[in-house]
């Protein structure tokens, strides 16, 4: 029997693109279990009533899940730990570049400044010797830790992962898996217990999910993350990548180009089962 997640981080109100991203996921799991995981690493941006808010929404939606839901702000010793063994493995390092730094590397070897945080880091920090980090570290420098993929790559057997959705290129059925495709990525930042692709394979471990759908947006996210899984000796997940729900422009909606909220909605009159409709989806005999 499946088990599914919806993840949101509760930094702004919900809308369409995560109303569709929810009932892929609750209709996933039908016959298994349904789970709710708020992604509120960002301490800084998340909040108690933007949690209530995703509450209200999905309930609204008709959805209800597995209690009780998991906060990643409590999470923090389980990814230590993680941190930890993957460095008595000699696969992380820190990085001290600023984003502006990443930015200005990148330029120089031919790409856009403004591709930096989509375009693979290029290991500017990777090369430093022990006594330069222990430098660094000990005259208070602010890094982030990466994974050196390369290395990870080295020390696992050829890795796959099972596509039950479609890629952005429409891939699906067995896929090798390419360890360096996103180059090495951060896991995690200072005053951050840990950032997305090492929190999201451990909370999937714990959560016992079998089945991850998610955006073709986060398609290639696949790759590093069954690394890891296999790195940290976890369960892979098979996988079920969707459409994004666009604006008008083409654009994938977003809380930072401020879409349209399913509250904003739910003012304006429209019904759950409106909602469903307009997703392409059946109306559930609890949406009303």
């Known amino acids: 029997m499946p088990t599914t997640r919806f993840a949101p981080s509760p930094t702004g109100l919900l809308h369409l693109g995560h109303a569709f991203a929810a009932l892929t996921a609750f209709d996933a799991a039908q016959g298994g279990q349904f789970v709710l995981r708020l992604e509120d690493l ?18 609204w939606l008709g959805l209800s899940w597995h209690e009780p839901l998991l906060r990643q702000s409590q999470r923090g010793a389980a990814y230590r730990a993680a941190l930890d063994y993957l460095e008595t493995r000699d696969l992380l390092y820190p990085c001290f570049c600023t984003r502006t730094e990443v930015a200005a ?9 403004h591709q930096a945080e989509t375009t693979v880091y290029p290991g500017t920090c990777r090369s430093l010797t022990s006594l330069e980090r222990q430098r660094r570290v000990a005259a208070g420098s602010a890094y982030a830790i990466r994974l050196d993929t390369a290395r990870a790559a080295a020390v696992v057997a050829p890795l796959t992962f099972t596509e039950y959705g479609a890629g952005p290129e429409g891939q699906r059925g067995i896929i090798a898996v390419e360890p360096t495709l996103l180059g090495d990525v951060v896991l995690a930042r200072k005053g951050m217990a840990a950032a997305y692709h090492l929190a999201v394979v ?14 073709h947006d986060l398609f290639a996210a696949t790759h590093v993350q069954r690394l890891l899984q296999a790195l940290l000796g976890l369960p892979a997940p098979c996988y ?19 879409a349209a909220t399913l509250r904003s909605l739910r003012e304006q009159g429209m ?10 989806r059946i109306p559930a005999a609890a949406a009303g």
């Open 42 to 59: 960002d301490r800084g941006r998340a909040r108690a009533d933007y949690e209530q808010s995703i509450r209200e929404d999905l309930a």
């Open 105 to 113: 590397e990148i330029g120089r070897a031919g790409e856009a400044p």
């Open 271 to 280: 019904r759950a089962a409106d909602i469903h409709l307009s997703l392409g």
């Open 202 to 215: 451990v909370d999937d471990a714990f959560q016992r999910i079998t089945l991850v759908t998610r955006g």
């Open 240 to 258: 079920a990548h969707h459409r994004l729900i666009l604006d008008a422009h083409g654009r994938k909606l977003s809380k930072r180009d401020h």
